[in-house]
């Protein structure tokens, strides 16, 4: 079976907006409200990433700008506590950086996404090279994939595999991401593997089963 599955090189976006371990604090509140996002990567060199900065990373400094923490506060908060004084992307940034490979595929960065509290990644190659950024929204573009694309890929991949030796017996509609299939596999162990297979392509929501069992053929005398 063809894998057509899109990878995180196939959603980035190549042109990415970074800083250097070395900008003051100003220089990253201004280049964050220029270019409209909430972080960006650190880089050292040529360009190896090294950390992220946030708004969040920046936030501290105006938190604690008239007062000081009290006591209880104090202990679980030293690391903000630390970038309220702090003046450079290299003082400030969350390091190491959470990031991922072009050739990730797209559930691996939900997954890394999901798990480390980010709102995008910054894509870096084997030595760890920025090569682009990818966000929430990127992610969601599989989605609007055209129904009848989906179809194909279903019949021509997944059912044409399965059924490589005859006409497959179940059919694929798909209306909005949903696909349903619907006929009478002969194995009914299949339907399982069938809806796994299904799920696992690019653009679909969820999948209907409407298959039944294939009816016993009685033997020719």
């Given at each position: 079976m063809n894998d057509n599955r899109r990878t995180v090189s196939d959603v980035m976006t190549q042109t990415v907006v970074a800083i250097s371990r070395n900008a003051p604090y100003k220089e990253i509140v201004r280049t964050l409200a220029e270019w409209r996002v909430s972080a960006m990567p650190v880089l050292e060199g040529e360009g190896r990433v090294i950390?992220?900065?946030?708004?969040?990373?920046?936030?501290?400094?105006?938190?604690?700008?008239?007062?000081?923490?009290?006591?209880?506060?104090?202990?679980?908060?030293?690391?903000?506590?630390?970038?309220?004084?702090?003046?450079?992307?290299?003082?400030?940034?969350?390091?190491?950086?959470?990031?991922?490979?072009?050739?990730?595929?797209?559930?691996?960065?939900?997954?890394?996404?999901?798990?480390?509290?980010?709102?995008r990644l910054p894509v870096v190659d084997a030595h760890g090279m920025l090569t682009g950024i990818v966000s929430r929204g990127d992610l969601l573009k599989v989605y609007l994939r055209e129904d009848e694309d989906i179809a194909r890929e279903i019949r021509d991949d997944v059912l044409a595999h399965l059924f490589r030796d005859r006409r497959p017996p179940v059919e694929a509609r798909v209306r909005e991401g949903v696909v349903?299939?619907?006929?009478?596999?002969?194995?009914?162990?299949?339907?399982?593997?069938?809806?796994?297979?299904?799920?696992?392509?690019d653009g679909v929501v969820n999948v209907e089963l409407r298959l039944a069992e294939a009816p016993d053929v009685a033997p020719q005398p």
């Amino acid at each position: 079976m063809n894998d057509n599955r899109r990878t995180v090189s196939d959603v980035m976006t190549q042109t990415v907006v970074a800083i250097s371990r070395n900008a003051p604090y100003k220089e990253i509140v201004r280049t964050l409200a220029e270019w409209r996002v909430s972080a960006m990567p650190v880089l050292e060199g040529e360009g190896r990433v090294i950390g992220v900065v946030s708004e969040a990373d920046l936030l501290p400094k105006e938190e604690f700008m008239d007062r000081d923490p009290s006591r209880p506060e104090l202990s679980p908060r030293l690391d903000e506590l630390a970038k309220a004084d702090a003046g450079t992307a290299e003082e400030l940034m969350s390091t190491p950086a959470v990031t991922v490979h072009a050739d990730a595929s797209l559930a691996e960065a939900a997954r890394v996404m999901a798990r480390r509290g980010v709102k995008r990644l910054p894509v870096v190659d084997a030595h760890g090279m920025l090569t682009g950024i990818v966000s929430r929204g990127d992610l969601l573009k599989v989605y609007l994939r055209e129904d009848e694309d989906i179809a194909r890929e279903i019949r021509d991949d997944v059912l044409a595999h399965l059924f490589r030796d005859r006409r497959p017996p179940v059919e694929a509609r798909v209306r909005e991401g949903v696909v349903t299939l619907s006929g009478s596999p002969a194995d009914p162990s299949l339907a399982a593997v069938l809806a796994r297979l299904v799920r696992a392509v690019d653009g679909v929501v969820n999948v209907e089963l409407r298959l039944a069992e294939a009816p016993d053929v009685a033997p020719q005398p």
